[in-house]
Structure formats: structure tokens, C-alpha cells
């Protein structure tokens, strides 16, 4: 009877730490899962809110990746921050025209003086700030830990608003007036800085179509203003040029191959008769005109992309080209084109690569 009475506790207690192997097993499988999840989309314990990073402060500096950035600049913005985090919707007076632009000031805002990074986004031709947000700014990550700028391109119609990239040919009435885009943007970064705690060293653009251009266009005339730029679907043509003088800007580029309106392979634009090299020919140009040294190397990329980088250039420049074999005139990772029937590669997101690409740049003090 005491053998039995034993031998039944026994199994009790053997079924109930099973039981809480188990459980606990789970737990610990679920919360890797979620800890997984939130460093892919938020940044409040990211060092400046640089996403997807490893980053950490020592003595001042960033670590980035194995990589030492330069310590933070702060703004006038970080004495007396009147940007209270959200969505604001603002326009700045520049060259004769009023320019509409979204800011959004992310949650980490209110503790005071942490300077945040700031991201220049831009709209395509035809585009607008609002119309940009709503394509790439909702739950991807790029509006996580960072000070996010959409403005408006010059135009007296959204069907002919654009950026003057410094293509001679495109595009609408930022060409077709001349507009300096360039100084509207280094002025909307001044302007946003006197009022928004950001961090000065770390001024990053990208941009869609028309917009792409234009963020490679800053990389060669605003050079002393952006750490680095990313464009998607745009043409290489000015930032393919030496921009002597200059500070050289690292650079990503990121093309579809099933895209007709900026074709990989170069040939006419499909929107216009625009000529356009092709994306090999660009991204080797500007390899060889900032000093790159031997062939690209292949970098870790999704199943559809095949992502190509320089990175032994003259004065620490480096050049990725990303290759998305099923996507057309397209933001990599988004569910839709616009105003194309072109499929969009989900597996490989330009939002989630960049953000990696972006914390590991800065301006140097």
C-alpha cells in the first residue's frame, strides 16, 4: 500500500514537471519570436533610433555593425523642441513657391535633447508628400526612432509636380522653371532643425522615381548636408557623374528588372522620350568616378535580389546596386505599384535594407 501510495505521487510529480518544462519551453519560444519581430520594426531601445542596428554609445561615438560613427551634432531644435511627436502637416515659403510638406516626430521626441536622425523622403513625378507617406511610411519601419520629412516637388498640378534632378529633360515644372530644389531642400532641413531636436551628422534621403534622382542629386550638391542616400527606381545619370570637390556619399540603388518606366536595361523611359543608361552601366560609372578598386562584391540579400557593392572607393565612398528580379516600377517590399500592373518582389524590402545601410553612415565632425 506504501509502495503504491509513493509510486502514485511519483507520477504526479513527474507529470507536473513536464507539464512545466513544456510551458515554459513555449515561453521561451514565444518571446524570441516577438523580440525577433520588434527589432525588425521599432527602435526606442536602438541607439538614435536607428533601426535593425546593434548599436551602441561608447566614449561619445556610435558602433554601428563594427563600425565607429561620429558622436551625435545636436540642432538648435534640442534647446527648445516645439515638435511634439506625430503627424504635421506644414508647407515652407522658398523661391516663390509655398512648399507642403509631412513631418512625423517620432514617440521618443519627448525626452528631451535626444537628437533623432533625420529622413528626407521624396515622391516620384506626379507625386506628392502625403501620396509618399501613404506608399512607403505606414508600418515599415522608416518613421520608427527618426525625424521623417515627405515634401511636396514644385508644380502648378499634381500631374506635373516633380523634383529638378538635374536630368535636362525632366521633369515638369521644377524644369521647366528651373527650380532650385536643391536649396529648398537645404533650407527645409534648417528650418525643421531650429524647431525639432535631430541630429545634424545624421541626414539621410531617399526617394522613388523622380524623387531617386533627386536624392542622388544631393549626394553631389548637398554633400556637406547628407550622411547617405538610397534611390528606388531612379536613373543614375547625375550621380553618375564625379561631382568633383565633393564629399563623396555611400549610396544604395535599388532597380526592378521587370520595371518600364525607368528599363533596367537602359533604352527610353516610358513615360517619356527620355534616354537613360542602363542600371550595370550607371552603377559601375559611379563606381570608377569615386575611385572603386577591383570588382563588386555580392552581399547578403532575399531569394529575388542580388544586391552588388563597391566598397574599396576612395575616402570611405561606397555604391550598392540591389537587382530585384520581379519587380517593376515598383518600392521594393510594398503591396502595390503605382499606376503600373508591374508585380512587386515582397520577399525583398528596400525599407528594412536601408535602414541597416543608413546606421552605418555619418558625417564626420
Given amino acids: 500500500m506504501l509502495d503504491e501510495t509513493v509510486s502514485t505521487k511519483y507520477s504526479m510529480w513527474c507529470i507536473v514537471a513536464l507539464v512545466w518544462i513544456v510551458t515554459t519551453a513555449a515561453g521561451c519560444a514565444e518571446r524570441e519570436s516577438e523580440s525577433t519581430g520588434s527589432s525588425m520594426r521599432r527602435s526606442e531601445n536602438t541607439t538614435y533610433g536607428t533601426a535593425k542596428s546593434s548599436a551602441t554609445r561608447r566614449n561619445g561615438s556610435v558602433e554601428s555593425a563594427g563600425t565607429t560613427l561620429s558622436a551625435p551634432k545636436n540642432s538648435a531644435g534640442c534647446e527648445a523642441s516645439t515638435s511634439a511627436p506625430g503627424i504635421h502637416y506644414l508647407s515652407l515659403a522658398h523661391g516663390g513657391w509655398e512648399r507642403k510638406y509631412v513631418m512625423t516626430v517620432p514617440e521618443s521626441a519627448t525626452r528631451q535633447s535626444l537628437a533623432h536622425p533625420m529622413l528626407i523622403a521624396l515622391h516620384g513625378f506626379g507625386g506628392s508628400g502625403t501620396g509618399m507617406r501613404s506608399m512607403i511610411g505606414h508600418d515599415n519601419g522608416l518613421e520608427d526612432g527618426r525625424v521623417v520629412l515627405y515634401p511636396d516637388g514644385a508644380g502648378f498640378t499634381n500631374s506635373t ?41 545624421r541626414v539621410y534621403a531617399t526617394g522613388f522615381s523622380n524623387g531617386g534622382d533627386m536624392a542622388q542629386r544631393l549626394a553631389c550638391d548637398a554633400s556637406n548636408v547628407v550622411a547617405a542616400v538610397t534611390s528606388v527606381a531612379g536613373r543614375f545619370d547625375y550621380h553618375s557623374s564625379a561631382c568633383p570637390g565633393k564629399r563623396p556619399v555611400p549610396a544604395v540603388l535599388y532597380r526592378g528588372q521587370l520595371d518600364r518606366t525607368v528599363p533596367y536595361e537602359g533604352n527610353f523611359l516610358g513615360l ?85 545601410f543608413f546606421a552605418r553612415h555619418a558625417l564626420s565632425p
Fill in 161 to 201: 509636380r516633380g523634383w529638378n534632378s538635374g536630368h535636362p529633360q525632366c521633369c515638369g515644372t521644377a524644369l521647366d522653371n528651373n527650380v532650385d530644389d536643391v536649396a529648398f531642400l537645404r533650407a527645409l532641413v534648417d528650418a525643421v532643425a531650429q524647431e525639432t531636436c535631430v541630429d545634424l551628422n
Fill in 272 to 356: 517619356a522620350t527620355l534616354k537613360t543608361m542602363s542600371a550595370i552601366e550607371g552603377f559601375e560609372r559611379i563606381a570608377r568616378n569615386h575611385g572603386c578598386r577591383g570588382n563588386p562584391s555580392n552581399t547578403p540579400s532575399a531569394e529575388d535580389t542580388d544586391c552588388l557593392r563597391f566598397d574599396d572607393c576612395d575616402a570611405g565612398f561606397e555604391i550598392t546596386l540591389c537587382t530585384i528580379a520581379g519587380a517593376g516600377h515598383c518600392w521594393p517590399g510594398i503591396g502595390y505599384c503605382s499606376r503600373t500592373r508591374e508585380r512587386d518582389a515582397a520577399a525583398f524590402s528596400a525599407s528594412d535594407h536601408m535602414q541597416i
